[in-house]
């Protein structure tokens, strides 16, 4: 059974940074495309970063391109998100999703974990 984790969510104020962690359990973490999206209240979601299987390459949305790191630990099967210089818009319920398969693209995300709350005050 797939299990994904988030932790690291909280109030910043703006400028300010957090580290999200997503622990993923219950399969073989390594073949799996990584990815984290968020949603803000009345918004859909939508995605923010994800990674290859083997962390060499990496995707941005726009909006957070040079503010927001992604990166995972295959041996510790966990993913992170480094978000530094936090906006208010920034403000959203962050999940962490795996992918169909090895191929990341942002339509092939099928699990996704709970959700952590990020909070950027002005």
């Known amino acids: 059974q797939v299990q994904l984790v988030e932790s690291g969510g909280g109030s910043v104020q703006a400028g300010g940074s957090l580290r999200l962690s997503c622990a993923a359990s219950g399969y073989t973490y390594i073949y799996y495309c990584m990815g984290w999206f968020r949603q803000a209240p009345g918004k859909e979601r939508e995605g923010v970063a994800f990674?290859?299987?083997?962390?060499?390459?990496?995707h941005y949305a726009d909006f957070v391109k040079g503010r927001f790191t992604i990166s995972r630990d295959n041996a510790k099967n966990t993913l992170y998100l480094q978000m530094n210089s936090l906006k208010p818009e920034d403000t959203a319920m962050y999940y962490c999703?795996?992918?169909?398969?090895?191929?990341?693209?942002?339509?092939?995300?099928?699990?996704w974990g709970q959700g952590t709350q990020v909070h950027v005050s002005s």
């Open positions: 999703a795996r992918a169909a398969g090895g191929y990341c693209s942002w339509g092939d995300f099928t699990d």
């Open positions: 990674i290859s299987t083997g962390g060499t390459n990496t």
